[in-house]
């Protein structure tokens, strides 16, 4: 095999070249080779991360099926060893480990079938599941979406079997089950809706519209459909509804916008959660509202009309800025191979240019879009192509821009930035540039 020598030419840190790949043990993950004109370095097709093996002599590296080899070094996946014995003991360990491992997922409860039931039946059955055991369900689906898509359903139902048979009882039976769940419907505005009709048809007008108003203060998508709802129709002849429709009027044009009810609902049910649900709840709010920005919430803290309003506004700045800083794409998935990363990709974008955003988060693209660019090129047989070299440039400035963010914080709080950048492969690879 040839030399990387002889194979790098024209090469520089936007436009790596790629060098070969390993597949070091039958079923194990599969290894690309770079080299950037500088040093070596690794990439695993399995995890997305990157090594540098700037241990190795360029000069005399040559890439084997397991890996490669120098003069003085022997690489199995992206770990250099002194000998081939040394190699081999490792490569015989990873695969007795690799064997043991068992990554198998438990099973969940099964959900209910209910397709072609008629309302009543499918209503039973859906409390039926809910009534029995319970707390494994809670806790196999409460980071679900299809846990908070059963209880608007059991409402909607509610409504359709008491239409089918004029039995209150289907109407009770929703309203106590809507009570015991009232604590998640802001993960679910439509289940404020289902249950505001259930409140109208049931006769209680005022807990109907107290529906509504929560609805509304947790920026229901649905809301046209709710004001419009036809089993609401006697229910818009109020003056309060009325209201709650000329208000969501006003504020259609930033209703997607985070409200001080979000906050503090999040913040009154989270207490002695697990902290998976936490984050789960957590997630909900940082990815399907937007946040505003320090100097819009200023102007409207500037301009408020009364005393109430503006504490109202001081207090959603608090929560907001707050949770930007501490949250926002700190922890949420940035894997631009999913869809949810590239939604939060598309947030970064929204964000980037906050104040209040942390720092961390640009070194946190900066990796993705690093470890995105070798994904690409190794599907490209190795080959960086324009898309390719786009990606590693952006990444290099987003690191540029962190290390310029955090120039002007604190020390104590720049230290502790760049000690999570240390995590990062991006900022091993540039640190390893800058050495050479």
Same mark, same amino acid.
């Given at each position: 095999?040839?030399?990387?020598?002889?194979?790098?030419?024209?090469?520089?840190?936007?436009?790596?070249?790629?060098?070969?790949? &390993?597949?070091?043990?039958?079923?194990?993950?599969?290894?690309?080779?770079?080299?950037?004109?500088?040093?070596?370095?690794?990439?695993?097709?399995?995890?997305?991360?990157?090594?540098?093996?700037?241990?190795?002599?360029?000069?005399?590296?040559?890439?084997?099926?397991?890996?490669?080899?120098?003069?003085?070094?022997?690489?199995?996946?992206?770990?250099?060893?002194?000998?081939?014995?040394?190699?081999?003991?490792?490569?015989?360990?990873?695969?007795?480990?690799?064997? &043991?491992?068992?990554?198998?997922?438990?099973?969940?409860?099964?959900?209910?079938?209910?397709?072609?039931?008629?309302?009543?039946?499918?209503?039973?059955?859906?409390?039926?599941?809910?009534?029995?055991?319970?707390?494994?369900?809670?806790?196999?689906?409460?980071?679900?979406?299809?846990?908070?898509?059963?209880?608007?359903?059991?409402?909607?139902?509610?409504?359709?079997?008491?239409?089918?048979?004029?039995?209150?009882?289907?109407?009770?039976?929703?309203?106590?089950?809507?009570?015991?769940?009232?604590?998640?419907?802001?993960?679910?505005?439509?289940?404020?809706?289902?249950?505001?009709?259930?409140?109208?048809?049931?006769?209680?007008?005022?807990?109907?519209?107290?529906?509504?108003?929560?609805?509304?203060?947790?920026?229901?998508?649905?809301?046209?459909?709710?004001?419009?709802?036809?089993?609401?129709?006697?229910?818009?002849?109020?003056?309060?509804?009325?209201?709650?429709?000329?208000?969501?009027?006003?504020?259609?044009?930033?209703?997607?916008?985070?409200?001080?009810?979000?906050?503090?609902?999040?913040?009154?049910?989270?207490?002695?959660?697990?902290?998976?649900?936490?984050?789960?709840?957590?997630?909900?709010?940082?990815?399907?509202?937007?946040?505003?920005?320090?100097?819009?919430?200023?102007?409207?803290?500037?301009?408020?009309?009364?005393?109430?309003?503006?504490?109202?506004?001081?207090?959603?700045?608090?929560?907001?800025?707050?949770?930007?800083?501490?949250?926002?794409?700190?922890?949420?998935?940035?894997?631009?191979?999913?869809?949810?990363?590239?939604?939060?990709?598309?947030?970064?974008?929204?964000?980037?240019?906050?104040?209040?955003?942390?720092?961390?988060?640009?070194?946190?693209?900066?990796?993705?879009?690093?470890?995105?660019?070798?994904?690409?090129?190794?599907?490209?047989?190795?080959?960086?192509?324009?898309?390719?070299?786009?990606?590693?440039?952006?990444?290099?400035?987003?690191?540029?821009?962190?290390?310029?963010?955090?120039?002007?914080?604190?020390?104590?709080?720049?230290?502790?930035?760049?000690?999570?950048?240390? &995590?990062?492969?991006?900022?091993?690879?540039?640190?390893?540039?800058?050495?050479?």
């Amino acid at each position: 095999m040839s030399t990387i020598t002889n194979t790098a030419v024209n090469v520089t840190p936007d436009s790596p070249a790629f060098l070969g790949s &390993s597949n070091p043990l039958e079923n194990d993950a599969q290894y690309s080779y770079f080299f950037n004109g500088c040093f070596i370095y690794s990439y695993n097709h399995t995890t997305g991360r990157c090594a540098c093996l700037t241990e190795l002599d360029v000069a005399t590296t040559t890439v084997k099926p397991y890996g490669l080899v120098d003069k003085h070094y022997v690489v199995i996946g992206d770990k250099a060893f002194r000998s081939v014995t040394q190699a081999q003991k490792a490569r015989s360990k990873v695969s007795v480990a690799n064997a &043991s491992n068992d990554n198998s997922p438990g099973k969940h409860p099964a959900l209910p079938a209910i397709e072609q039931l008629s309302a009543i039946k499918s209503l039973a059955r859906i409390e039926e599941w809910f009534n029995t055991d319970f707390e494994a369900k809670w806790e196999a689906y409460r980071e679900t979406s299809e846990f908070y898509n059963l209880i608007q359903y059991y409402l909607a139902l509610s409504c359709d079997a008491y239409k089918q048979k004029a039995d209150t009882a289907f109407l009770d039976a929703g309203i106590e089950f809507y009570l015991s769940m009232a604590h998640y419907s802001w993960l679910n505005p439509s289940i404020l809706h289902n249950a505001a009709c259930v409140y109208w048809l049931a006769g209680e007008k005022e807990n109907a519209l107290d529906c509504i108003e929560l609805a509304l203060n947790f920026r229901y998508s649905g809301m046209d459909s709710l004001l419009g709802d036809e089993d609401l129709q006697g229910l818009r002849k109020t003056r309060r509804f009325r209201q709650l429709a000329r208000k969501y009027e006003a504020l259609k044009p930033r209703f997607n916008y985070v409200t001080l009810e979000l906050f503090e609902v999040f913040e009154n049910f989270s207490v002695q959660q697990p902290e998976p649900f936490v984050r789960f709840m957590r997630s909900h709010l940082l990815t399907n509202f937007r946040f505003y920005d320090i100097s819009d919430l200023s102007a409207r803290i500037d301009g408020s009309e009364d005393e109430d309003e503006r504490e109202y506004w001081q207090r959603l700045a608090a929560f907001n800025n707050s949770y930007l800083y501490k949250y926002m794409l700190i922890d949420e998935p940035m894997d631009l191979l999913t869809e949810q990363g590239k939604t939060n990709y598309q947030h970064f974008q929204q964000y980037r240019h906050y104040r209040v955003l942390n720092p961390i988060v640009f070194a946190r693209v900066s990796e993705q879009l690093f470890h995105h660019a070798h994904y690409w090129a190794s599907r490209h047989q190795g080959a960086f192509n324009e898309r390719d070299q786009a990606l590693l440039s952006q990444s290099f400035q987003l690191l540029e821009e962190f290390n310029v963010a955090t120039e002007g914080l604190c020390f104590e709080k720049r230290s502790e930035l760049m000690e999570k950048a240390k &995590s990062y492969d991006i900022h091993h690879y540039m640190q390893n540039l800058k050495r050479f």
